[in-house]
């Protein structure tokens, strides 16, 4: 969209999970690498996620849902689409040909990661808080292993018992599950982009690569935006 200072761009932020951290960890990452007349126009439903982790896996109805956010984003005039939840990855891969038909791309934020971290390591711990983004987030590695020609061995780690904590307490945890499986991981990913902002503390105490969503998700959504000439 032109405007008299320049080309106005509006970035759609699609969300199943309402968490403060989340939001603010993605705004701020999205803030940093767009311009500052960027509209972001934010999509919030998070009975996608409820519904999603109550039948362990993507059924219709929350594929629909998360769909119809995404052609709501397109009629409200978005430039690009940035999918925020790992659990629903698939579905945005899904809707891959109806965005490049309409020119709206959609940006998962957890694909670049998932590169990153085939890159950098053979072994990698995923830890994650629900199975119903540990999977599809494994999923999403061994996919873009096979595409990077590579073989990785992936490690699960689940974190119990996340729910309900503060910040503090929730680093606390997450610290010490990161320490079950430092040792035997080249990298340590975090599947939900909400564990961002333990990324820090569990890098100084292990001294491992550890890597969190939104900033990847924030470059991989520019650089779509750059490729449509926006930037």
């Known amino acids: ?5 320049g080309i106005h761009m509006k970035v759609a932020l699609v969300y ?28 919030q439903d998070p009975s996608i996620l409820a519904e999603v982790r109550d039948a362990g896996y993507v059924t219709a109805y929350p ?16 430039d690009a689409i ?9 579905v945005a891969d899904a809707a891959q040909g109806i965005a490049k038909y309409i020119g709206v791309p959609i940006v998962r934020v957890d694909e670049e990661m998932c ?28 996919r873009v292993a096979r595409e990077m020609n590579k073989h990785v061995e992936l490690i699960d780690c689940l974190v119990d018992g996340a729910f309900g904590l503060d910040q503090e307490q929730f680093k ?37 690569l550890v890597v969190s969503s939104p ?9 779509a935006l750059v490729a449509k000439g926006l930037m």
């Open 1 to 5: 969209m032109k405007e008299s200072g």
């Open 16 to 43: 199943t999970s309402t968490t403060p951290e989340l939001i603010e960890l993605v705004e701020r990452e999205v803030g940093k690498l767009l311009p500052q007349n960027t509209e972001i126009m934010s999509y």
């Open 63 to 78: 594929a629909a849902r998360l769909v119809g956010m995404y052609m709501k984003a397109v009629n409200d005039g978005a």
């Open 82 to 90: 940035l999918n925020l939840c790992s659990s629903v990855g698939e």
């Open 115 to 142: 590169r990153e971290a085939v890159r950098k390591g053979n072994k990698i711990a995923v830890m994650a808080t629900l199975p119903t983004t540990l999977e599809p987030t494994k999923n999403t590695i061994l």
């Open 172 to 208: 606390n945890l997450m610290t010490e599950y990161a320490g079950k499986v430092a040792e035997k991981a080249d990298v340590i990913l975090f599947a939900q982009g909400s564990m961002a902002y333990c990324e820090e503390i569990i890098h100084g105490k292990y001294e491992k």
């Open 215 to 223: 900033r990847f998700g924030a470059l991989a959504l520019k650089d």
